[in-house]
Each structure stands twice: as structure tokens, then as C-alpha cells.
């Protein structure tokens, strides 16, 4: 039977920065690197699939309008570039700008309230598909302790 074998993201960037590396250059390097695995995760590390990545809401307000996507399905991750990669140490942070050439979206909405001049649009909830081009994306990652390991604890992406 073959043999499975798949690279621990932590170990290669904790490996490069042991290597003598800067850490943004090895955060970079790792990134990279896991565009091989984001359709599939690593079910071995409890790592779940970024391409697409599930979120369960997204929430925004207009005036008195609400808008809520549910159960959001984002297509697209996989062919990123890379703007930057920002670990802070001392606040435990990682700042990650990305360029998306392509981005699509299904999942369910919600819109309900009101918009100027006092326009009720009642409730309506449906099925939802958008896509975008040239999309960028800012992700703010918390990150905390899980025994030996850093996990992400935390995470808002703009």
C-alpha cells in the first residue's frame, strides 16, 4: 500500500528560521508552500481545507439595512499572490495581504431594514452567488498556545 506523507507547516517555518532565515521571509516561504494542500487540508494536524473556505457569517450594516451571508463557500484562495507576511512576536499577531485574481462565493442571505429616505425593505432571505476579480484580502491572525504548538486563535479578514 502506499505511503502518505505531508509536511507540517509549523515544523517547515520553525525549520527555516532555525535554517537562519527572517521570520516574515520564512512566514512567506511556508505560505507558499501550503497552496499545495488548500483544496485538501491536513486532516493529520486538524488542519481543515482553505480552498474553499467555509464561514459560517458574514455581517454588514448600510444605514439601517442588514445584510447577513450564512453558510459562505469562497472559491479562489489557491491562486493568491503573495503581497506580504508580517509576524509580530511580541503581540502575537500575523498580518497577510494577498492579491486574488478570481473570487466566488455561494452560500445563503438575509437583507432586511430600511435605506434613505425611510424605504422598508421588509425581510428576504434566499440563495446567494457573487464573484469578483482582482480581490484583495487582508488577514489579521491571532495567535495562541496549544501545548508545544502555536495555533491561530483568532482571525478578521478585510
Not at 515544523?11 to 494542500?37: F, H
Not at 425593505?121 to 434566499?126: H, K, P, Y
Request: proline share 6%.
Amino acid at each position: 500500500s502506499p505511503t502518505l506523507c505531508f509536511q507540517d507547516p509549523g515544523k517547515d517555518l520553525m525549520a527555516c528560521v532555525d535554517g537562519g532565515e527572517l521570520l516574515n521571509v520564512c512566514s512567506e516561504q511556508t505560505l507558499e508552500n501550503v497552496r499545495n494542500i488548500m483544496e485538501t487540508g491536513l486532516p493529520e494536524l486538524q488542519l481543515p481545507p482553505l480552498d474553499p473556505i467555509h464561514l459560517e457569517q458574514i455581517g454588514f450594516k448600510f444605514y439601517n439595512m442588514t445584510v447577513e451571508f450564512i453558510d459562505v463557500d469562497l472559491f479562489g484562495f489557491k491562486e493568491f499572490s503573495l503581497k506580504s507576511s508580517k509576524i509580530d512576536k511580541k503581540k502575537r499577531t500575523w498580518d497577510i495581504e494577498l492579491s486574488l485574481p478570481k473570487i466566488n462565493a455561494v452560500g445563503m442571505y438575509k437583507l432586511f431594514g430600511t435605506i434613505p429616505p425611510n424605504f422598508d425593505l421588509g425581510f428576504s432571505t434566499g440563495d446567494e452567488r457573487f464573484s469578483a476579480d482582482s480581490v484583495d484580502v487582508i488577514a489579521k491572525l491571532t495567535l495562541g498556545s496549544k501545548g508545544k504548538n502555536i495555533q491561530v486563535t483568532g482571525l478578521q479578514l478585510s
